[in-house]
């Protein structure tokens, strides 16, 4: 598939899954989709909620809701929002786990305004390499069941 089409069809299926987004609080909304590399298309939106930090993004909605179909080698990602507006923090290092090598198209709702990676929005990221070293603590005390 071509990298204009790949634009095309993600930031349709982000701004229609915009349309859908549970934002009653910021009344931000926010419509995400992510294409793996067969070319099939999950979207998310932003769902909130009144407990505000229980709040999830369409970034992590699109990423978690595409692993649970059981979809990788995830290719691109739009995001689109009524200004163009870049994923968050958490978003980036959520992409950087699930598609490091993804294009990401940060769209307003008139198209593109921002073609980058996620290197790119993310540099000298934390990527656990170090977890791996790290031996369990032994416990020093008995344990319930
Ligand atoms: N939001 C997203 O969905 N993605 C982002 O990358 C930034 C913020 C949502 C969360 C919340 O529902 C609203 O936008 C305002 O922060």
Redesign the pocket.
Known sequence: MKDTDIQTSLVAAALDARLR?Y?P??K???G?AVMDRTGHITSG????NASYGA???????ALTRAIAEGRDGFVGMA?V?SDG????G??RQVMMELGPEMRVFISDSAGVVRSTSVRQLLPDSFDGSGLLSVQPAPHDFPLND
């Open positions: 987004a934002a609080y910021s931000y909304t926010v995400a939106c932003n769902v909130e709040t999830i993004c369409a970034e992590r909605v995001v929002t507006g870049s994923p968050c958490v978003c």
